[in-house]
């Protein structure tokens, strides 16, 4: 099993539309969780942290289940702005007490008119 | 808001040559990263640093590479005698707090190398 899958996509949707991407990790001791946004060619930027809670941030909704070891990402009416690849980064813990952070190879979206 | 800064851009070198990639991080970052991304496919980690000196690197990070924080600003990956599948966007981050609370990256170093 890979340690951070994604499904690669792409998702194609119209503006206004609500689009869910998922993913898996393999590695149970990981211990913080993202959502980084990618546009083509461009460095990856921090979209939001995800909690056990949950958590919003306007028309974005991250969610973490910790026992099927799964996350979410929710766009809610989506905007063309919002085309671009979005990469789940999981975080694995050293030995030392710092991490380093793995990616997934990130889920593609076209919003289109 | 603060920045992490990559230079160059977009270098181009000989099959053969050494290059050096710069980074500047965010200036009370403790933590450091090199990543790369060859075109198409997802981010690779390669190496983290930490107080001065090289706290994880992926098979990836052989011993071509190496890395190097030489004035307590710039922090630097070499390599050594680059090939043809070295090419690849190259990105530095920073983090604080040990990177629990997430990384900032620059924009990258696209490497081609001929």
């Known amino acids: 099993r890979k340690e951070v899958e994604q499904d690669p996509g792409p998702f194609n949707v119209p503006e206004g539309a609500t689009v869910a991407f998922n993913c898996t990790y393999s590695?149970?001791?990981?211990?913080?969780f993202f959502w980084y946004r990618q546009d083509c060619r461009k460095e990856p930027k921090l979209l939001m942290s995800?909690?056990?809670s949950g958590n919003e941030d306007g028309r974005f909704t991250a969610q973490l289940n910790r026992a099927s070891q799964y996350i979410s990402l929710l766009i809610r009416d989506s905007k063309l702005s919002d085309s671009a690849t979005y990469l789940c980064v999981v975080n694995r813990v050293l030995t030392g007490g710092s991490y380093i952070p793995t990616f997934g190879r990130g889920t593609s979206l076209i919003v289109h008119p | 808001e603060p920045e992490v800064t990559q230079t160059p851009s977009h270098q181009v070198t000989q099959m053969g040559q050494e290059v050096i990639l710069r980074c500047v991080p965010i200036s009370n970052h403790l933590y450091f990263y090199w990543y790369r991304q060859i075109l198409g496919q997802k981010v690779e980690f390669l190496v983290s640093f930490y107080n001065n000196e090289i706290s994880e690197k992926s098979e990836i990070f052989d011993d071509q590479f190496s890395v190097e924080r030489p004035d307590g600003s710039n922090f630097t990956l070499k390599i050594r005698s680059t090939k043809l599948e070295d090419s690849a966007m190259y990105f530095c981050?920073?983090?604080?707090?040990?990177?629990?609370?997430?990384?900032?990256f620059g924009s990258g170093t696209r490497l081609t190398v001929v």
């Open positions: 981050a920073s983090s604080g707090q040990t990177g629990f609370y997430g990384y900032t």
């Open positions: 995800v909690y056990s």
């Open positions: 590695n149970s001791a990981s211990q913080s």
